[in-house]
């Protein structure tokens, strides 16, 4: 179907002027492909080399403009595209693209140099499409064979509205590969559940990717067995499910786990009659007993710690307050006072010993050194998230280590230590470090399993 528009300034069809539009013409349009491009106006841009003054967010207002859609939407090359080369598609998006990005430059306390690399990669950008054009993020991937920076580019085109995000999800190629050549019914139960695992529901949050992956690849080997007997889940018996989750003792939990999992999903949903797993005996997790650190490690720590601003501060944290390696990376400024000597964890206040203090006075220097311009929120900063707001990867803390051992060991030789100075009392352990009733057990039955193999061996044993 088309439509028809004035060239000139008629625009209301109930104008009575419409010689105007016989003179100037009509411009013909598909119904339906028109959408709305809000652009504030442009904003003051900061002078190239210089680096932009922090400063509090602007809020613009949004003029609506209509555009049109394009009919042919062909995939570009900007590998070897130049600015200078062709003037921009749209002056008035360029200029509120580069104030933007000057704006979110300021917030997020860039330096020069990265200011004039993303906004060369997004005016770059902008020119050549336009508003008319959404700019793919496979298109913006090639930036990286420019230098530019590829993933601030990204954020600061979906900001605008401008990205198409068209890159695949390697999630779902994997979940297919892992649903491959089972019969469809079956494949369609599990896919229901991988996608209230993924997505959540109106009762359940989504699931960690690392958790949906452990989930499925445990229950693949159980759906092969189940689609060389059965056409559908709701055939899976119980005695099924007891004989496969206790054939391996090693991972009986996690297979009664997933299982489980699976069958109160589809049973929520309707798509099978019972759940078979309701019948299973319970399955305790057996996790390995706890061990101090090896002799001659905590020498080794300690010279490592002494010149590293970066590995005295895991210490502090991990072999002193025993927190875990995502605890460590979504430590916040704000969570740190160190005139009250005072660390927030979880929501609690702990009080701050001199070690720690002092680490973290360190850190803050080397941070403060190495990115003085960065508003990253979080303790910890790193070259990937210096630019941003998001915690650093957990694992950097580990490499920290150099090998020589990791955050897990330090925090596990730390509650050992002070289930050894508690005398095995559980209640301290969960009180000083916050843990869970299981977990505070776990330290002190090592401890008094350790104490009486001691006194077992011991001289006066044997008198």
Known sequence: MLNARSRGEFRNPDDNDRRDAARSGLQLFFAGMQRSAQLPPSVP???????????????????????QLRIVDTARDVRMARIADRPSADPELSEYARGYVEDLAARRGWSA????????????????????????????????????PVEPVRAALADLGLLDDDRDDPQRAWIEKQLDGLPDQIREETAAWIGQLRDGGPRSRPRAAGTLRLYLRTMRPFLVECAARYTTLR??????????????????????????????????RRLVFADPTRGLPPARRHLPVPVPLPPGVEAQIGALAAGSAETCLVVALAGVHALTNSEITAVQLQDVALPERRLRVRGDARPLDTFTAQAIAGYLRYRHRRWPRTTNPHLIVTRLTCNGLSPADPGTVKRWLKGISSPARLRQSRLLDEAIASDGDPLILATMFGLAAQTSTRYTDAFRAARLTLDHHSPEAGM
Do not use: Y
């Open 235 to 268: 055939q899976v018996t119980s005695a099924d499910l007891e004989t496969w989750v206790t054939s391996d003792p090693n991972t009986r939990h996690l297979r009664a786990s997933a299982a489980g999992s699976l069958f109160r999903t589809l049973k929520a």
């Open 45 to 67: 841009s900061v002078p190239h080399g210089r680096a932009p003054r922090p400063g509090p967010a602007r809020v613009w207002p949004a003029p609506v403009r209509a555009v």
């Open 113 to 148: 140099a990265t200011l004039e690399r993303v906004r060369a990669g997004v005016l770059l950008l902008v020119a050549i499409h336009g508003r008319d054009e959404p700019v793919r993020a496979s298109t913006v991937t090639q930036l990286g064979e420019r230098r530019l």
